[in-house]
Structures are given as structure tokens and as C-alpha cells.
């Protein structure tokens, strides 16, 4: 099963462009860690503070890993900081067929 997640994250207006560039920076490090099938980041059109994330994992173990790595905590201790809210998160379970 791959797991598909999307995170809501809201910013102070005035940390917009600095978690720009520093998503930037990370994403190519979080695409290539282990499991990560995707990563994309989306822009509210009616709210530029608003983002979401959204990912697949080959399986809620790779995500699990990700989640208590090293990598994922400098992301996120980097930008708590510049939260305007508490993230949300959803996950699902998928079922890949294959031809």
C-alpha cells in the first residue's frame, strides 16, 4: 500500500517568502529520502499564507521513518517558528496496481 498526505500548513504573512525559499532548498533532500515516491507544494490562491504539501510513501513505515529523521526535524524546528497555526495532516492508504 502507498500512503498519499497532504499537510496544511498556514504562515505569518511576514515568513511567506523565507519558508519559499527554504522549501526550495529541502524539497529535492525530502523527494530523495527513502520511500518518498512524490512532493509537491501547493499555494492557496485566495490565501497566500496558506500551503499544503502533498506527498506519497511507499508504505506508512518510510513515512514513519521520515517523520523521526534527522531531516524532518530541522525542517520542522526551521519552520515552527513561522507558523501562524498548527499544521494539519491527512493520510490515506492506497492500493498500487500495476500492469
Not at 3 to 31: A, S
Not at 32 to 42: A, D, I, M, T, V
Not at 62 to 77: A, E, G, I, P, T
Request: charge should be positive; hydrophobic fraction near 35%.
Amino acid at each position: 500500500m502507498m500512503i498519499k498526505r497532504i499537510v496544511k500548513l498556514e504562515f505569518e504573512t511576514k515568513y511567506i517568502e523565507e519558508f519559499q525559499r527554504f522549501f526550495e532548498e529541502n524539497k529535492t533532500k525530502i523527494r530523495n529520502f527513502e520511500g518518498c515516491e512524490h512532493l509537491e507544494l501547493w499555494q492557496d490562491i485566495n490565501d497566500k499564507s496558506r500551503f499544503m504539501t502533498y506527498s506519497y510513501w511507499q508504505s506508512e513505515n518510510d513515512l514513519n521513518q521520515y517523520r523521526h529523521s534527522d531531516l524532518f526535524k530541522n525542517v520542522y524546528y526551521k519552520t515552527k517558528a513561522m507558523f501562524a497555526k498548527k499544521p494539519q495532516a491527512w493520510s490515506v492508504n492506497t492500493i498500487v496496481k500495476l500492469n
